[in-house]
């Protein structure tokens, strides 16, 4: 029976997919447990940021994972940024005039790399992208390998940003409760404007990641953001653990969604999960 | 649902609704004037936008629901239409049958959506169409396979239609539009859409049905979205997933709403009115056009989230001096607890500012009650 | 600066350039303040003060504005009309994260523990402010003396603790923040009276180590017994002020809290 034997590819790929879904989520999950407000131009910054590595690879031959080093410090810079002079002001009034900004935003994004870089469809191209593992029997894309690897890093870096530094006590704090964080000496602006800066920041990774995993266009960011969404409705919000497991379950039901059904099946496997979950859990499957 | 307007109101509603008939009537002879064809076609778009901003205006505005899925109604009230003049059904049939499978799938997924609080809403909705999408880019109910074309359709029957039937079509679902919202905000609907705006939870405990009237709002703004999409699509000719499920569709009552004015009832005329000259002046600059339009909307929502008819307002109301003072208070983005000049009465409100985003998992997007979050309240 | 301090004398003020002063130093002094939530007017021309070393309690019924005066001094809202002086320093337009390094740590009503952090993290983030941080050692085994359940609990969620165990810690995590004044609202609500009464021992306790307490109390009684002096808030205005023992005689608080 094919059946079992078969699955371990798909297994194995949708696993390590998951892992570059994971950092696409973080970010997005990060801003809204915090700041509490849907970052719906998320999906674009990440496509900012694979169009940022996407310029340095090209014009001046930099690799996308060092991009990472110079992405990360920029986009922390630009997150503080639009976060103190737009996205603050926005939450002041509503909730919705959050949203409504952000999606300005996400407009504004998009058609500002339309523009600049035309509509075709770019990839980060370098050498090693084409190698691939054998692993009992296996074939693995090295990327898809990085990608794993790139969330591994990422999640414990910021496990231990969170819970060793007082800034990250002081945003995890905030992100319980602003206004007794208030009265421990936390200021909540500066602790949104820099949780909003590590979330780019995270947005600017995973752009690079992505941009190396799959083809990108200046249109790409809804979908995106609709994966991150998935990821942080399955998984839940307020622990890592869940995230990770939920970019897990995300990218399984892709590949093996795509193993049994067919293209369709990939698409939208994953978007019927989260459906599902967002009825009848939508706190997340492993959510508070 | 019954009228119940105070005697004295009656008289000026009377002289709005023969102004508004006036109106109707003038725009429809439109036609027969021998006006330029581009003129047609500008008003075409704008009937057809201001019916779909009218809705949103419903939903959004006036219901607390953050709607992102302006393009699934629209879309699938087109593809309806669409098919069914593939079986023969004459496509003015087919325009009501497509807004009624809207709404039926309004009403269907508002099982699984209105369970979700704030924040998801406005994502369970923002997938919907993407969802759509991707079913109608493999699902093929009628004609051939695909051979190498899309997965679109050709609307049957249409090609025979004259610029002034289509601004016809696009003129009555207009009005079907501005009357349905004139109803429903004068009626007893109305009344409880305007306590849930303020209070939900007191709202609710006065016996309100809040999930009722939400979902009649959805339901009904379907239907009419659906009306407004498929008659567009009866000038388009040709539809196909990425366009009936287009972002676009959001982004067009987006901006006509919140440039207008957000919950208020005229504010859709004025922003869709200066949406449509906007977008034709800049279809010549292409990618700028959008990225202006992203520009304008956020701008709009940090400087004047009441709209340019709310703006207008406040000016007539404050004056200019008070207007720059709100306006810088709001720049400064202060919160002083100092008594503010002027009792607000429903509709706006001032006090502590809204904070949170994820409300209590019974209570829908409240968009306009401001809660602050985790009150120490005695 | 800093000169060194004597944390047993009650009446000594931490470092900046001052010396040690009288007992009865003013700490806290709000003057004639009127505070508004949105255009509904809270508090009326409401004056207190507090000296250095005094346990001060304010009590009064419900809705009468006793949270909305101690969220006006500890700087999450600010008055309209008056002035809030600490230490000798206006603090009247102070944010609430600049006025807990003046020294003014809070305890909110109901604990306002973090619920998903473990005692110890809260405890620590008590000691976020700038000017508590180099202290947070000693701070903490301070606290541990001081409720040495919290240190067996020390790695226990939050939210998982009894009222008791989270009032412990909620007023740990306010004197992690080294304050000179530390203000609590409602420390007995919902609490067992034998806790209450230890509760009111540690206070005594950090009294005796040169904390000076605000309390905002609804179980008048007690207070009164455990308190120096009293104010008593009705509908926005501070309508009696004295020693307890005074206010103990009273006639209207008599009749308005024991039914006497």
Redesign the interface.
Known sequence: MEGLAGLASPIAIGLLLGGLYVVIALGLSLV?GVV???N?AHGDIVVLGSYFAWVLLTNLGVDPMLTVLVGAPVFFGLGILVERF?L??????????????A??????I???I??KWTPYSRQLGTSYMLESFAIGGLRIPLVYVLDFAAALVVMVVMHQFLKRTYLGQAITAASQ???TAELMGINPARVYAIAFGIAMALAAIAGVFLGMTFPFTPTFG??VL?IA?GVV?LGGLGNMVGTFLGGMIFGLSQTLGGHFLGP?GQ??VP?AM??VV??IR?QGLFGR | MRRKIPLSKRGSLRKRGSLALLVAAALAVLPLLGVPRTWLLYLFFFFVYLAAANMWNLL?GYSGL?ALCPAAFIGLAAYTMTILTWLHVPFYVGIVAGGAAAALFAAVIS??VF??????F???T??LP??LR??FL?WRPVGGGLSGGGAGYMVKGVSKLSSADSYWLALAVCCVSVIVLAIILRSKFGLGLAAIRDNANSAASSGINVFGLKLYSFIIAAFVMGMAGAVSYTREGYIEPLSGFS?NW??IV?LSV?IGGIGIEIGPLVGTAIFVILRFRLARSG??S??I??????VI??VA?QGIVGLIRDLHRRGITGLIRDLRR?VE?G??????PI?RVAGLR?????????ST?DSL?D??A?KE????E? | MQTPVDRTDPGALRGLGESCTTPAEVLLRVSNID?????L?VLCDVSLEVRSGEIVAIAGA???G??TLL?TISGL????IGSIEFAGRDVTRLNAYDIVSQGISQV???RRLFPEMTVLQNLMIGSYNRSARPRREQNLARVYELFPILKERRNQVAKTLSGGQQQMVAIGRGLMADPKLIII?EMSLGLSPLIVTELFRVLHEIQARGVTVLLVEQNVWQTLHEADRAYVLETGRMVLSGNAIDLRQEEQVRNAYFGA
Do not use: C
């Not at chain 1, 603050?88 to 900004?101: M, P, T, Y």
């Not at chain 1, 999606?103 to 504004?108: A, D, P, R, V, Y």
């Not at chain 2, 369970?115 to 998801?120: A, H, K």
């Open positions: 809204f509490k407000v849907i719906v737009l603050h002001r926005a939450i002041k009034k509503s909730a919705d005039a959050a949203l409504i900004v999606f300005g935003l996400s407009l504004i998009q058609n500002a339309q523009w409760d602003r206004q809804p979908s609709i969404f409705i369709t698409q939208l978007f989260v459906l967002l009825t939508p | 959004a953050l099982v699984a369970r979700m609080s704030g924040i998801y406005a994502i369970g923002l997938v993407e969802i991707l079913v493999r972002i959001l982004m987006l919140v990618d700028v959008l990225l339009q992203g520009i304008i909307l956020v929502m940090l989230p709001r983005g919160l002083g607890q100092r008594p503010s009792l001032s006090g502590p500012p809204p904070v949170s985003a994820v998992p997007s968009s306009h401001p979050e985790q009150t120490w005695k | 505070v508004y939530y949105g255009s007017q419900n809705g009468a006793k949270s969220k809202m600010h008055p309209a909110p009503e109901g609202d």
